[in-house]
């Protein structure tokens, strides 16, 4: 089985620009989570969803950003425009979570998003 | 997340030594997960800690969670090359009621080198 696949691998973008990131979760988990992770802040949680919709975003740093889920298999983080701080590495990760027990979370490879 | 401190920050041992990685939060959990991490690449799942006092191995990977579900530690005996990386602790501090937060906290994480 698949795991969660990530695109692209690695993005090199000029201040200004906006970038798509892009995410598919393992088949059949209904929970969705976009992280992103830098040597001063660690893995921080930007937004999850639960079968589809968004639960929490709280963790999106700015307007800038926007994430949709359009449906089970698709996810997108969006950046626009994108900053020389954006530059960070980008997981998505998925669960399938069954609500009165925890649900381990799968990791995609992640996106390496540098911002010139 | 101050949330949850790792530590130590970063552990250099010579193959074949034992080691011990804290993870404590000023929070009872839900549950406790640990993962590794390779340079440049997703998280991998060990282990997920619920109970208190729980315990679980894996290979050489022990992880134990303590009876007040506030401090896990994960114990890497006969260390070898294969298992530097980061590793970081994950939590899930739950809901009123007893149901999964849905979410979890990441640790700063530690970083394990093992000299051959």
């Known amino acids: 089985d698949a795991g969660v696949i990530q695109s692209p691998r690695h993005e090199v973008t000029e201040m200004g620009q906006e970038v798509t990131l892009r995410c598919k979760p393992i088949?059949?988990?209904?929970?969705l989570f976009w992280y992103r992770q830098t040597m001063m802040r660690g893995l921080e949680l930007l937004i999850y969803f639960n079968n589809n919709v968004p639960i929490d975003d709280s963790g999106m740093p700015e307007d800038r950003f926007s994430a949709k889920m359009p449906n089970a298999s698709f996810s997108t983080l969006k950046i626009q425009p994108s900053e020389p701080r954006d530059s960070a590495v980008y997981f998505c990760?998925?669960?399938?979570?069954?609500?009165?027990?925890?649900?381990?979370?799968?990791f995609g490879p992640g996106t390496r998003l540098t911002v010139l | 997340s101050q949330e949850l401190e790792q530590s130590p920050q970063s552990l250099i041992v010579q193959e074949g030594k034992n080691l011990t990685i804290n993870c404590t939060s000023s929070?009872?959990?839900?549950?406790l997960y640990w993962y590794k991490q390779k340079y440049g690449e997703g998280l991998i799942f060990l282990m997920m800690l619920q109970k208190g006092g729980e315990e679980k191995s894996h290979e050489k990977i022990t992880a134990k969670l303590d009876e007040k579900k506030q401090q896990s530690s994960l114990h890497i005996t006969a260390s070898q090359p294969s298992h530097a990386g980061i590793y970081l602790c994950g939590a899930d501090r739950g809901r009123a009621g007893g149901t999964s937060y849905g979410k979890l906290t990441f640790g700063q994480g530690t970083i394990l080198t093992v000299h051959p």
């Open positions: 929070k009872t959990l839900y549950g």
């Open positions: 088949s059949g988990h209904n929970s």
């Open positions: 990760a998925s669960s399938n979570p069954s609500g009165r027990v925890t649900d381990t979370q799968y």
